[in-house]
């Protein structure tokens, strides 16, 4: 399998971490979004969208949508990542659902829009709306990890997957401090303890 990807983002990152948990081996093709290498005809052909993450699988077909990915992966490979059970599952799409409408825009598209210089009078205007709902998004994140281990119960799943990679480097671009939230700090650190564990910019 080929992914490409592009390494300071926190999408590919959640396919590289399910990866490294699964044992997985993939090829990494780097692009520079910064660059518009999305939007080459080739890449055009692969995701229609012009983002990575995309899997390219060994017969060639395209998967794109990290949290698609996630799940594709997860059903190919089962592993308590992905529990059977429906109720433990829907709770599990919940996290994924949650973390496109309500985590990513207001955590990672900040961090990208202040760390990459692509500040625009509008995302200016946006900000602090975002930055509102993102502490929101933290505060609900840090509540339920006050309860149990992980984000869907005890044990580790593709929630925490999806979840991990934007809320670990959610300080970067100067919008959050998780020293506000001492129970996503701890779910940080028994991540980052896995044998497996890989950072974010680990090829
Ligand atoms: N919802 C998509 C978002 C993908 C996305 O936003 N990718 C960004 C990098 S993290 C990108 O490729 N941006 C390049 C562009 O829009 O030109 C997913 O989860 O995969």
Same mark, same amino acid.
């Given at each position: 399998?080929?992914?490409?990807?592009?390494? /300071?983002?926190?999408?590919?990152? *959640?396919?590289?971490?399910?990866?490294?948990?699964?044992?997985?081996?993939?090829?990494? !093709?780097?692009?520079?979004?910064? !660059?518009?290498?999305?939007?080459?005809?080739?890449?055009?052909?692969?995701?229609?969208?012009? !983002?990575?993450?995309? $899997?390219?699988?060994?017969?060639?077909?395209?998967?794109?949508?990290?949290?698609?990915?996630?799940?594709?992966?997860?059903?190919?490979?089962?592993? #308590?990542?992905?529990?059977?059970? /429906?109720?433990?599952?829907?709770?599990?799409? *919940?996290?994924?659902?949650?973390?496109?409408?309500?985590?990513? /825009?207001?955590?990672? #598209?900040?961090?990208?829009?202040?760390?990459?210089?692509?500040?625009?009078?509008?995302?200016?205007?946006?900000?602090?709306?975002?930055?509102?709902?993102?502490?929101?998004?933290?505060?609900?994140?840090?509540?339920?990890?006050? !309860?149990?281990?992980?984000?869907?119960?005890?044990?580790?799943?593709?929630?925490?997957?999806?979840?991990?990679?934007?809320?670990?480097?959610?300080?970067?671009?100067?919008?959050?401090? $998780? #020293?506000?939230? /001492?129970?996503?700090?701890?779910?940080?650190?028994?991540?980052?303890? $896995?044998?497996?564990?890989?950072?974010?910019?680990?090829?």
């Amino acid at each position: 399998m080929i992914l490409h990807d592009f390494l /300071p983002s926190g999408n590919g990152y *959640k396919i590289r971490l399910l990866c490294a948990c699964l044992g997985l081996k993939v090829t990494l !093709k780097q692009y520079d979004i910064t !660059k518009g290498e999305t939007h080459t005809e080739s890449f055009l052909a692969m995701n229609p969208n012009g !983002k990575i993450p995309v $899997l390219e699988l060994d017969d060639g077909q395209c998967l794109s949508e990290s949290n698609a990915v996630l799940l594709y992966l997860a059903e190919q490979h089962p592993s #308590s990542l992905l529990p059977s059970d /429906p109720i433990h599952r829907a709770e599990i799409y *919940k996290w994924l659902f949650w973390e496109q409408y309500s985590h990513e /825009p207001n955590i990672a #598209s900040p961090r990208f829009w202040l760390t990459h210089n692509a500040m625009t009078e509008l995302k200016k205007q946006m900000l602090p709306d975002r930055i509102e709902q993102g502490r929101a998004a933290l505060t609900l994140m840090d509540e339920a990890l006050a !309860k149990q281990a992980f984000l869907a119960g005890n044990t580790m799943t593709l929630a925490d997957i999806c979840l991990f990679p934007y809320t670990h480097v959610a300080e970067e671009g100067g919008s959050y401090q $998780l #020293s506000e939230y /001492p129970n996503i700090q701890r779910w940080i650190k028994d991540i980052e303890a $896995l044998d497996w564990f890989i950072p974010i910019t680990q090829a």
